[in-house]
């Protein structure tokens, strides 16, 4: 049974940090590219960040360029996304999700698997 587990989610102040986690298990993990996504209330699910199997290749949303980072341990089965400079428009439950495919994909329909997500909430 394939899982993967969203954690590091909270509230913080406009201009702070956050590091959120996905721990994954049941899948071969080093075979997946790993997709961070979000969805405001009202609004569809939108694409955050994307990495390759082995970390080398990263994608990014204009819109967190330059401020998030994703990164991953495959000896840990686990990826990351490290959120900067946060904005109150970064407020969103935010989901990883797992793609088995060599191409880093933007789209939600290409991924096999979703977290549950982990609520962030940035405050003004």
């Known amino acids: 049974q394939v899982q993967l587990v969203e954690t590091g989610g909270g509230l913080v102040q406009a201009g702070g940090s956050l590091r959120l986690s996905c721990a994954a298990s049941?899948?071969?993990?080093?075979?997946?590219?790993m997709g961070w996504f979000r969805q405001a209330p009202g609004k569809e699910r939108e694409f955050v960040a994307v990495?390759?199997?082995?970390?080398?290749?990263?994608d990014y949303a204009d819109s967190v360029q330059g401020r998030f980072f994703t990164s991953r341990d495959n000896a840990k089965n686990t990826v990351y996304l490290q959120m900067n400079s946060l904005k109150p428009e970064d407020t969103a439950a935010y989901y990883c999700?797992?793609?088995?495919?060599?191409?880093?994909?933007?789209?939600?329909?290409?991924?096999?698997?979703w977290g549950q997500g982990t609520q962030v909430t940035v405050s003004s």
């Open positions: 999700a797992a793609d088995f495919r060599i191409s880093l994909s933007r789209r939600v329909s290409e991924y096999d698997y």
């Open positions: 049941g899948l071969p993990f080093s075979n997946y590219v």
């Open positions: 990495i390759s199997q082995t970390g080398g290749r990263t």
